[in-house]
């Protein structure tokens, strides 16, 4: 009699909802986010005007790393897309620039450039994209193959770069082409577009939100969190005589590059948007019996950023206005799904400096180093010293890449001319450090900007001498900003997760966005990316 009531106690426990839920414990979506230039101080500067719903909710109800940085050198948008969904650096990943030269080949490739394939849908020349240059898997990736590619993975942003590494080797990828105005992908990806693809290029948002004015979100008198709208060290579009709202968008598109217009307003974040939802319904994404990963990423707030600095009410702006894209998200995941059924992750691909300009005007030490000036005293110093012939190649990046068959020819020593230039360029003002490849092949540094500069090197990719900046030093002219370093302006993006399993709370520990992967394959009980160096963070993972 006991022993039957031991088994029937264990037949109810077995048919009991609450434990099946819990054999079956998984997400039904993943939803990773990456703002394009978003610094982690923009978290609080505007969060009196965020809504309860959006950033506040995330930081309120989810688990925020504080003090999360990029872990190397350079800090730009391929790069960081590939390390955040790889869990690595560029010396293991691969990706080290947006663009680089390629030594074997004597020119420039470009991240996600693959002309082995061709466009589906919008325009040839944005068609040659795929992964293929990125050396090892993605958390995606390794999603796909822990359930047979039962998972789906669809990346979505303006950036084709933005799209494709997110997305990884075995997911699907849909960029924006500003030629035609719609979203489009490659044979990698398909031989055609899905119908959901093509029923929201029929709708043609991009002209609805290119026919409307871009103003402020609240009157502008109250945006105390940036600057005077009209001043000098701003970017200007073509075709208007200042850089101050209102935007008549109507009539910029005819001098500003018609639909890729929209990527340098708030309205590129909304279309993004639109296009993710419409990629959730249409793949019927969270309604199987695996987790799905939609990677998601805003690339209007670069464009924006670059043109008018992080201290423009333009950039205010825009991060109202993209708190209320998160919390149209949050109520959608929501609706569609359940709360505590999703996990959202929000970071971004690098943070941005302050306009040199206007710092030097504040007194505040910075500048532009004139790069130009700068190669031609060293190409005429070697060109003395040494006689004719090109001795450096290429000049990208902050690197610069020498000719090793002509040092060989001329029987000099590589280690000894290498050392040479770089102590020749250290003279100039806003050159702090040079090192060379030599050293970054045989030396092992293990902290400061050597240790970051080593984790973008990649031994058979990088170059042959590479330079850093002095603090709030910059490559560009008189307006605008852009970033690349390895200081914190740069460095220190949100690292923010939210949803299922995961604690309300936060830390000001040291954490890298290559921890961001080691994290979700601890959440999700899935193989680490085969070239993880991350680890993941145990405040969210080792739950108490």
């Known amino acids: 009699m006991r022993k039957f009531g031991i088994v029937f106690l264990l037949f109810i426990l077995a048919s009991s909802p609450l434990l099946a839920q819990a054999q079956a414990d998984k997400p039904k979506l993943v939803v990773g986010i990456i703002v394009d230039q978003m610094r982690q ?12 719903g959006g950033f506040k909710r995330m930081m309120k109800d989810g688990f925020m790393m504080k003090n999360g940085h990029y872990n190397y050198i350079p800090t730009y948008t391929g790069p960081g897309h590939a390390s955040v969904y790889t869990g690595t650096t560029p010396a293991t990943h691969g990706i080290i ?21 061709t466009n589906i849908g919008g325009s040839a020349e944005n068609g040659f994209i795929s992964p293929r240059n990125l050396l090892t898997t993605t958390i995606t990736d390794e999603l796909r193959i822990n359930t047979q590619k039962r998972s789906k993975v669809v990346g979505v942003a303006i950036k084709d770069r933005g799209a494709s590494l997110p997305a990884g080797h075995l997911g699907d990828a849909y960029w924006f082409d500003s030629n035609t105005g719609e979203f489009m992908t490659s044979s990698y990806y398909h031989e055609k577009l899905p119908e959901w693809v093509d029923k929201f290029n029929q709708k043609k948002s991009v002209d609805t939100y290119l026919s409307q004015t871009w103003n402020t979100l609240y009157p502008i008198n109250t945006y105390k969190a940036s600057m005077v709208d009209d001043n000098i060290f701003e970017g200007k579009f073509s ?33 993004t948007l639109d296009f993710a939802l419409a990629a959730l319904e249409g793949e019927k994404m969270g309604m199987g019996e695996e987790t799905d990963f939609l990677a998601l990423s805003f690339s209007s707030p670069d464009y924006i950023g670059h043109r008018f ?18 919390e149209r998200l949050l109520n959608y995941l929501d609706e569609k799904y359940g709360k505590d059924q999703y996990v959202v992750f929000l970071s971004a691909d690098h943070a941005v400096a302050e306009i040199a300009t206007h710092m030097i005007s504040e007194k505040v030490p910075g500048g532009n180093l004139r790069t130009g000036a700068v190669m031609t005293e060293l190409l005429s110093y070697i060109s003395s010293k040494y006689g004719p012939g090109k001795l450096i190649k290429n000049n990208s990046n902050g690197q610069l890449f020498l000719n090793h068959e002509l040092i060989q020819e001329k029987e000099m020593n590589q280690e000894d001319f290498e050392n040479e230039i770089a102590q020749f360029l250290l003279k100039f003002d806003g050159i702090k450090e040079v090192y060379t490849g030599t050293a970054m092949r045989t030396r092992e540094f293990t902290e400061g900007r050597s240790m970051l500069l080593q984790m973008g090197y990649n031994h058979k990719a990088s170059g042959d001498i590479l330079m850093i900046l002095e603090p709030g030093w910059l490559t560009g002219g008189a307006t605008g900003t852009s970033h690349g370093t390895g200081f914190s302006y740069d460095t220190n993006v949100p690292i923010l997760f939210y949803g299922w399993h995961v604690p309300a709370g936060e830390s000001s520990r040291y954490a890298t966005v290559t921890d961001i992967a080691p994290t979700l394959s601890m959440m999700l009980d899935i193989k680490l990316p085969n070239g993880a160096t991350g680890q993941p963070i145990l405040e969210i993972t080792d739950k108490k």
């Open 97 to 117: 620039g947006n663009d680089w030269y390629v030594k074997s080949l004597d020119q420039m490739i470009y991240c996600a450039g693959d002309t082995t394939v």
């Open 309 to 326: 600095g992080p201290q423009s009410k333009e950039i205010e702006d825009t991060y109202l206005r993209l708190d209320q894209e998160i």
């Open 239 to 271: 075709g208007k005589d200042t850089p101050t709202f209102p935007y008549d968008l109507k009539e910029l598109r005819k001098t500003n590059g018609e639909f890729g217009l929209i990527s340098s307003t708030p309205f590129g974040n909304t279309m």
């Open 41 to 52: 101080d923009y978290l609080y500067r505007f969060s009196d005007r965020y809504s309860d």
